[in-house]
């Protein structure tokens, strides 16, 4: 019965993103025609113009938003995993926050000094600042229990690297703060195939980390001395669900600014549609489900008021925020009911 | 004990940022259950904790399966022992079946990829703890109860040695407590693991426990059987409630009042308290499941004849058509039986055991002492040796040996209907009375009514039985239903007025004067008057009464023959000129060697021998004949000492002991013993060590276990002379040779002499004792018809 219903899904979840990705390539403020795309992408390039606008925009955009999305809703898989509660992401957490203020502070930094700030300093910068607040905020988990509690901190904690930043952005130049400003909005817009690069390595590589950890995270589930009792070594397992979800969620903040609620919403909807939690089936459905709304997100920020294009992040809030919410009150009444 | 399965404790200190409590030493071995009582923050979680591996130890070592347990690998760990924690889990759409199969994880590879060998044993679990059938539900719908079991059916799939359990119960109502507290115990009993848990209930810790550990004030305040700890003074000063009414517990077992006993509380029914008169309790005889009866001899002090009573009674209540077993919790003695387990066991039980008709079990004496010095014992639980302990040591850890004792005992009354339990020694030995497992300890412990046995032979009885009743307690002397007198030489009528002034002075019943008997029994221990000495008679055996003499019945069976003197031997005077000289079993065959040569009795023996003598070599004996004797791994005292040179054979002795019930025949004999070859012997083999020939020698026991050459024989087996066709055999070979004809006609298997024997007893017991006072004692009322 589980087993035709994870059937379903992932051959739905795999159409979905085709289709999607079909509609991200062909749809936009110049329409193309299927024919027009096969040939390009066969690689007929005597139309420059809308080969490029297929090769060195809609495509990488395109592959851009299945990467990230998948990586933040891993990422937030992986820390609802490790606080063994279904309402913590990375945005909620405030750790993609720290990434933008981190990379906010670099961008500054470097941009001032006259120079173009390199593709790895983006992410090292992203990676150190979601680190930092990760640590505060598990600073705060071992002091306080509560889960709520937890969450008001880490918006909190949002709040703050927001203050900074902006803080930052009053007394920066003119050009900074353009760039500043179209990055913090959080847009897949401008991504280059070598930024692609970067972000398929490090996707993939946590992708691998995460299916190597999947047995204990499996064991986790029944909570740390339960799974200590079978041999899981607790340590071990918490610093690499630390770092994966922070190097996860730092790749996205540095490429594509801030992505609100793809990693708090997805897991639970996928969740909700398998009817499990179990990590081997979770991973691979949170990844491709993460792919599926950020490119459908994409579509939408990028056509519906065409030519301008609004902010990711206002469509994935706008779209997901009810989930959290209808998500929330729904596991009051659970609690309510047990 | 380091080769001890099950989980230990040496001197834990446990606590998070200081010490909660120091120095824990308790042992939970397999099978067992052993339960944690105390009040809230007493420390019972945080001792569950630490030994879990979630809170560090603070000092101290935990042993798990004999091996400290910080030097095992975190993997080989969670392979021995699983936990059952109190608190929910809840995990999101995670189904029953998952979490089951958790359980797998130490034996998962790298994915955690389930094999069908994984799958096999979590539908078992989970069809042992009644879960299959949820199997596909989520554990955050199930009700608290079904959870327990899963969680249960979890660390079941571990396939743990340890189970840990922190308050299992607490959320569950009585019947979903009763549920898994029964699976628990299941568990522990089937698959024979060693159970440590938490309880808040107190009458469930009382009912399931084997051994309850009390924590409170910062330590261990105190470890026993539930009988033990779970006395009313000692739970209201455990729980701090020492004047509170406690009015609103309703029935409490452990309530004084309720005069508690195990027995009654397990078959969960109140039995009203045991009045003056007895008879008044249950006058049917228990049904299936119910305990069977007990009733406990004890003496005024040693070779009071407890056990000859003892063995009479097993005789009498199997006559009356009872399943009957004996039991004597803990014997110290020399003589040891092999069962055919191979465990060891005190032969007294064994003698009583062929009284009620059933084969000896090592159950019925758990707990064998076999003195190896002056200060120290070989000390035997269950049949297995579990090392060598001065009395010191022993009397520390007497309390955990009661466990033992509980489960040998509760073991046997699940096969009988009466149980005759021996004391030992006397029960009014002062300095021995704190946590005594083998005199009132016990009888407290089973409940039984106890009559004491005083020796009018050696005199002073009424001292006996009226001081020893004035030295137990209260609730001690309330148990002693009634006054044996043993021994009495003459004519019993000439005593009325002593059992009137016993029953005034003693305000107990004289149940019975019993005559001096002359019935042949397996002996006790090696304190025992056959070493009187005897005037030799036409067919003489000397057994040279070695220093550490052992297994010495294997010559009972000459004392049948009128005409045959058995003499036990000690200087070379005493030897004198025997017809067959026999070398028995020795507990320490190097220094009996040594013995032998200085007290020059080994020089007697060679003369002896070269004049012609039949030798027999026994066991230790055996080895002693050969040429030399080597100890080189230390099993007695290390080294090598030079044997009588009678037989080649060659001894080396070892570590492992050899304990084998033995089924052959004489495969060859020589000497005046020719005709014997071919006889069946049956017997037993006990001893440490290999004797080799190192010449061609003839084999004399089978499958070579003796040798002999000439007028010389070897054997370890034990036994030997027990079948008539042997023993007649043997005095008639000998004695032909010098002409003499003994009378062997009326001689039987040694098998048929103690049948006999035991009809003796039992007939002289009826006539002198009470017999339907006896009965009523344990609540059976005799209908004769």
Redesign the interface.
């Known amino acids: ?2 087993r035709r219903r994870y059937v379903l899904y992932f051959s739905l979840i795999t159409a979905a993103i085709i289709a999607l990705t079909w509609m991200n390539i062909a749809w936009g403020s110049v329409d193309l025609s299927a024919g027009e795309i096969f040939r390009i992408l066969g690689g007929d390039r005597s139309d420059v113009m809308h080969s490029n606008i297929i090769c060195s925009i809609r495509l990488p955009r395109t592959a851009a938003a299945i990467l990230l999305g998948g990586a933040l809703a891993l990422s937030g898989y992986l820390l609802q995993t490790f606080f ?1 509660n ?1 309402i913590v992401g990375p945005f909620v957490l405030g750790i993609s926050s720290g990434a933008k203020l981190a990379v906010a502070l670099a961008m500054i930094l470097v941009l001032s000094g006259g120079k173009e700030i390199g593709l790895y300093t983006m992410v090292a910068a992203a990676f150190a600042g979601s680190l930092i607040v990760m640590a505060f905020v598990l600073l705060v988990s071992v002091r306080v229990r509560s889960m709520s509690i937890l969450v008001v901190c880490g918006i909190m904690i949002g709040y703050i690297c927001s203050a900074v930043t902006d803080f930052v952005v009053t007394f920066a130049d003119d050009s900074n703060i353009v760039n500043l400003h179209n990055w913090s909005m959080g847009s897949l817009s401008g991504i280059n195939w070598e930024e692609i690069r970067i972000i398929a390595v490090i996707t993939a590589f946590c992708l691998v980390m995460t ?2 950890m ?2 204990p995270m ?2 986790y ?13 607790i340590k071990g397992l918490r610093v690499m669900l630390i770092t994966i979800s922070s190097l996860l969620a730092a790749c996205v903040t540095a490429f594509a600014g801030p992505i609100s609620f793809v990693g708090i919403a997805i897991p639970h909807l996928v ?1 909700s549609c398998l ?4 990590a ?1 089936v979770m991973i691979p459905a949170s990844f491709l489900g993460g792919a599926a709304v950020t490119l459908l997100c994409d579509a939408i920020a990028r056509t519906v008021f065409a030519p301008t294009e609004v902010s990711i992040s206002s469509v994935t809030a706008l779209l997901l925020v009810p989930v959290v919410i209808y998500m929330m009150i729904h596991r009051n009444d ?1 609690n309510r009911d ?1 | 004990m380091a080769d001890q399965k099950g989980i230990r404790t040496d001197h834990l200190h446990i606590g998070y940022s200081c010490d909660l409590i120091r120095d824990i030493c308790i042992e939970v071995q397999p099978g067992r259950i052993v339960t944690l009582i105390g009040p809230n923050g007493c420390g019972k979680s945080t001792l569950l ?1 630490t030994l ?3 809170l560090r130890e603070r000092g101290g070592v935990v042993f798990l399966d004999g091996k400290d347990k910080s030097a095992l690998r ?2 080989d ?2 392979k021995r ?3 059952v ?1 109190t ?1 929910r ?7 029953c079946r ?2 089951v199969e ?2 797998r ?2 034996y ?1 590879g ?3 990829i389930l094999s069908e060998h994984d799958r096999a044993l979590v539908q078992e679990a989970m069809e042992w703890t009644d879960v299959a059938g949820i199997g ?1 539900e989520y554990i ?1 719908n199930i009700s608290d109860g079904q959870r327990q079991r899963v969680m249960l059916s ?1 660390a079941i799939c ?1 396939e743990p040695e340890v189970l840990i359990l922190d308050e299992p119960t607490s959320y569950l109502d009585i019947r979903h407590r009763l549920d898994l507290l029964q699976k628990i115990k299941d568990l522990s009993k089937e698959r024979d693991i060693a159970v440590l848990m938490s309880l808040h209930e107190l009458e469930t810790a009382m009912k399931i426990s084997d051994t309850v550990v009390a924590l409170g004030e910062g330590k261990v305040l105190r470890i026993g059987t539930p009988q033990e700890v779970f006395r009313e003074d000692f739970i209201r000063k455990l729980y701090d409630i020492e004047r509170a009414d406690t009015e609103y517990l309703g029935y409490e077992p452990w309530f004084e009042d309720n005069d508690f006993t195990g027995e009654t509380n397990r078959n969960g029914q109140a039995i009203p308290s045991e009045n003056a008169d007895c008879n008044i309790r249950v006058n049917t005889l228990p049904e299936k499941h119910s305990k069977a009866r007990p009733i406990m001899i004890q003496g005024t002090m040693s070779n009071a004849g407890k056990s000859m009573i003892a063995a009479g009674l097993c005789r009498i209540f199997a006559q009356d058509g009872y399943r009957v077993a004996p039991f004597k919790s803990q014997n110290m003695a020399l003589n040891s039986f092999v069962t055919s387990e191979g465990l060891e066991m005190g032969r007294a039980q064994v003698v009583q055991a062929e009284c009620a008709g059933i084969d000896p079990m090592v159950c019925m004496n758990p707990i064998l002492l076999k003195p190896t010095s002056d200060e120290g014992s070989q000390v035997i639980v269950n049949g297995q040796v579990v090392g060598n302990m001065s009395a010191a040591e022993y009397f520390r850890r007497k309390k955990e040996f009661a466990g033992d004792i509980r489960k040998a005992y509760e073991k046997l009354s699940d096969m009988a209907d009466i149980i005759v339990v021996e004391g030992a020694g006397s029960p009014a030995e002062m300095n021995l009375r704190q946590d005594d497992i083998v005199n009132m300890g016990l009888a407290e412990m089973i409940d039984a009514p106890v009559l004491l046995v005083g020796d009018i032979d050696r005199g002073g009885v009424f001292a006996q039985l009226i001081g020893t009743m004035d030295l137990l307690e209260e609730n001690e002397r309330k148990r002693v239903k009634g006054f044996i007198v043993n021994k009495f030489r003459g004519d019993p009528g000439l005593f009325e007025d002593g059992i009137r002034i016993l029953e005034e002075r003693g305000r107990t019943k004289v149940v019975g004067v019993v005559p001096w008997l002359d019935v042949k029994l397996d002996d006790e221990d090696s304190l025992s008057e056959r070493f009187r000495a005897v005037p030799a008679k036409h067919f003489d055996i000397a057994v040279i009464r070695l220093k550490h003499i052992s297994n010495f019945t294997d010559f009972d069976t000459f004392e049948q023959l009128e005409d045959v003197s058995v003499r036990y031997v000690s200087s070379p005077e005493e030897l004198g000129d025997p017809d067959m000289i026999v070398i028995p079993g020795s507990k320490n065959t190097i220094a009996d060697l040594k013995w032998l040569k200085e007290a020059g009795i080994a020089g007697r023996i060679t003369e002896k021998a070269e004049e012609g003598t039949v030798i027999f070599g026994i066991c230790g004996g055996y080895q002693m004949l050969g040429r030399s004797v080597e100890d080189p791994q230390g099993t007695e005292s290390g080294g090598r000492e030079d044997g009588l040179c009678l037989l080649p054979v060659d001894t080396e002795l070892g570590n492992e002991k050899e304990r084998r019930s033995y089924s052959g025949e004489i495969a060859g004999a020589t000497g005046v013993l020719e005709d014997l070859k071919g006889a069946g012997v049956r017997g037993y083999e006990i001893h440490m060590g290999r004797t080799l020939p190192y010449e061609d020698l003839t084999e004399f026991t089978s499958g070579g276990t003796g040798y002999c050459r000439g007028d010389i024989y070897g054997s370890y087996v034990h036994g030997l002379f027990d079948r008539r066709e042997i023993m007649t055999r043997v005095i008639c070979a000998i004695s032909g040779r010098k002409g003499a004809e003994i009378d062997v006609s009326r001689a039987v298997d040694y098998e048929a002499f103690r049948q006999t024997q035991y009809d003796i007893l039992a007939q002289k017991l009826r006539e002198s004792l009470d017999m339907d006072y006896i009965y009523g004692l344990m609540g059976i009322e005799r209908h004769d018809d």
Not at chain 2, 89 to 95: F, G, K, S
């Open positions: 019965m589980n063994r279904p299916v190597w999947l047995k499996s064991a589930r029944l909570g740390e001395a339960y799974a200590r009792s079978v041999g899981v070594s969740r009817k499990t939690d179990a081997h659970r047990v | 904790r879990t591996g979630e975190s993997g760990v969670v022992m699983s936990m924690m608190y889990v809840r995990p999101e759409l995670m189904t998952e979490v958790t359980g994880y130490p998962t790298r994915f955690g596909d955050q979890r571990q």
